[in-house]
C-alpha cells in the first residue's frame, strides 16, 4: 500500500547558534509528488524546542505531538524526554510500528531518536535524516569545515544541495532557530 512520506531534514549546531531545516515535498508511493510545500520543522515547547521530523506523516506527527507531552512531563529537559520517548517507542506494541526519525534540539542539545531506542548527539554537531539526509550532512560537514556560514546558511544550502541530488527532497526550504 502507497504511503505519503516526509523527506529530508537537516540539523546544524555551531557555537551557540543551531538550526534545522527540512524541505517541503511529500510524496505519495514511489513516483507521485503531492504537495510541495509541506513544513517538517516546527517549535514546540513554547518556542524553546525545534522538531524536524522524516518518514510516514501520521507517524511523524504522532511522534512529535508524544515528545511534546514528553518535555511537558520532563520540565523541558531535552535528554529525558528524548530517552522516554525512545523507550516508550521502542517498548510499546503500536508505536514500535511507527516508521518515522525525528531531529530534536533545544539551546543547549541535538539529538536525533529513534523508533529502536536510539537517542544519538551527533559528535560534530550536525545531523540528517530521511530520502536526501546523507547528501544533506555531507554538504553540510563540507560547509561547516571550510566556510564561516552561519548554522542556518549551512543547513539552507545543505538541503539545497540534497534537492539537487534526491528525488524526495526539494528546494521549499523551511529554517528554524533556536
Not at 521530523?53 to 512531563?73: H, I, P, Y
Not at 555531507?138 to 539552507?156: P, Y
Request: with cysteine.
Amino acid at each position: 500500500m502507497d504511503e505519503f512520506k516526509g523527506t529530508t531534514i537537516v540539523a546544524v549546531k555551531k557555537g551557540t547558534e543551531c538550526a534545522l531545516a527540512g524541505d517541503g515535498q511529500v510524496t505519495f508511493g514511489e513516483n507521485t509528488i503531492m504537495k510541495h510545500s509541506a513544513k517538517k520543522v516546527r517549535r514546540i515547547y513554547n518556542d524553546n524546542v525545534v522538531v524536524g521530523f522524516a518518514g510516514t506523516v501520521a507517524d511523524a506527527f504522532s511522534l512529535c505531538d508524544r515528545f511534546e507531552n514528553k518535555l511537558e512531563q520532563y520540565g523541558g529537559g531535552l535528554s529525558r524526554a528524548a530517552v522516554a520517548l525512545a523507550q516508550e517507542w521502542r517498548s510499546d506494541k503500536a508505536l514500535r510500528q511507527l516508521q518515522a526519525l525525528l531531529i530534536c534540539a533545544d539551546h543547549d542539545e541535538l539529538l536525533i531518536v529513534s523508533g529502536t531506542g536510539e537517542v544519538i548527539s551527533p559528535d560534530d554537531g550536525i545531523a540528517a535524516i530521511g530520502s536526501g539526509g546523507m547528501y544533506a550532512l555531507a554538504a553540510a560537514r563540507a560547509l561547516k569545515q571550510n566556510t564561516d556560514l552561519s548554522a542556518r546558511e549551512i543547513a539552507e544550502k545543505a538541503i539545497l544541495i540534497a534537492s539537487d541530488i534526491c528525488v524526495y527532497t526539494n528546494s521549499n526550504v523551511v529554517v528554524e532557530e533556536v
